[in-house]
């Protein structure tokens, strides 16, 4: 595997602080550091791009031709890629890498991560341990798979896991885990199964918790049964560019599921299924950063209830003085003191 589009790639991974390379044509090569796109000089030609695609459809074992344009995959150190050949992309076929950040483990080794505090590490670990249900909500870029691995890490090491992707990101080291992949068209078969269909399947291999890297459409429907049905601590993440707007969003997908269902009674469900949203954006310096955590406390007639508990404020994740009504189990399960909140 040497040809420009390799040795392009292992140039850049040479160097700090990229976390996208962006193929669009031969002579259209950006980079993003810094939450930045930069264009760099690159000249390459369009045949060693038709041998790299060729190549990352055999490292995948997926095809990537005219009766399969869209490929997902990874590269060998583990970075995402995204493939749309012609003739469905004007001109060249567009390459998206995201990249994999090697150095981004755990809350430990990165203190700083996501601009948190100690006390708020401590908070995380807690609603983890806790077996507390969580949302990971953000836009495109924002590091909602990072953030997804720095709370599974937390993990007891104890706990059966099953996690569904479409595409392997998520980095987990527990030794009772079973990882699912939806959509995997491959060279050894043409079947395919849906997330939704591996959500069900999985309610059948006794998982202690659920993770699925991103819902996408009305799996979010098996998967708040799953949640309130005994899988505590399982955990998403959803595309949205804030917490209320996540609240929207999921509405929309759980009636994906096809299901003739009243709204209030689609909104119980969540309700009762999911006990924090975790929102991630960027600040004004294009850092990766929490920006909002919010509780979901039940229902008031026909609307969800909901209270901030921080948001950022002046480049620091504040609390916003109410204290979580999960509080007691925080500190049963998780071990969170039932005081800690006076002290933030």
Same mark, same amino acid.
């Given at each position: ?43 390459? !030609? ?15 074992? =997926? ?23 012609? &003739?469905? /992309?004007?001109?060249? &076929? ?27 590490? #401590? ?12 949302? /990971? ?36 080291? %527990? ?9 995997? =068209? ?18 059948? %291999?006794? !998982? ?15 998967? +708040? ?21 996540? $609240?929207?969003?999921?509405?929309? $997908? ?7 269902? &009243? ?16 929102? #991630? ?24 209830? /909901? ?8 480049? +620091? ?7 979580? =009504? ?19």
């Amino acid at each position: 595997m040497t040809n420009s589009i390799w040795n392009l790639i292992n140039d850049l991974n040479k160097k700090g602080g990229i976390t996208e390379i962006l193929i669009n044509g031969p002579k259209n090569v950006f980079v993003e550091r810094g939450g930045q796109f930069i264009q760099i000089n690159a000249n390459l !030609p369009a045949s060693d791009i038709q041998l790299f695609i060729k190549d990352v459809a055999d490292l995948n074992q =997926k095809y990537c031709d005219n009766d399969n344009p869209i490929l997902d995959g990874n590269l060998p150190d583990g970075s995402r890629i995204n493939i749309i050949n012609e &003739p469905f /992309v004007n001109g060249s &076929p567009a390459i998206s890498i995201r990249k994999y950040l090697k150095f981004i483990s755990s809350f430990d080794a990165t203190p700083s991560i996501f601009g948190l505090s100690p006390q708020w590490i #401590l908070f995380l670990k807690a609603v983890i341990t806790g077996r507390l249900n969580v949302v /990971v909500s953000g836009g495109t870029g924002v590091g909602k798979t990072t953030f997804l691995n720095l709370l599974i890490n937390e993990i007891p090491k104890n706990e059966r896991v099953i996690a569904i992707e479409d595409t392997p990101e998520l980095s987990i080291t %527990m030794p009772n885990v079973v990882r699912l992949e939806s959509g995997a =068209k491959t060279l050894q078969s043409k079947s395919t199964l849906s997330t939704r269909d591996l959500v069900k399947n999985t309610l059948r %291999m006794r !998982p202690d918790r659920i993770i699925i890297g991103e819902v996408r459409g009305g799996e979010l429907f098996d998967l +708040f049964q799953a949640m309130n049905t005994g899988h505590d601590g399982s955990m998403t993440s959803v595309h949205s560019s804030s917490a209320s707007e996540c $609240l929207s969003r999921m509405e929309t $997908l759980f009636l994906l599921a096809g299901y003739d269902i &009243p709204m209030i009674v689609v909104r119980k469900q969540m309700a009762s299924a999911i006990q924090f949203i975790i929102q #991630l954006g960027r600040d004004k310096e294009g850092n990766r950063v929490i920006s909002e955590i919010i509780e979901v406390c039940g229902m008031e007639g026909s609307i969800i209830l /909901v209270q901030t508990i921080a948001s950022r404020e002046d480049g +620091f994740l504040e609390f916003k003085g109410i204290t979580p =009504k999960c509080i007691e189990r925080l500190n049963r399960q998780g071990g969170l003191p039932l005081n800690f909140f006076e002290n933030m």
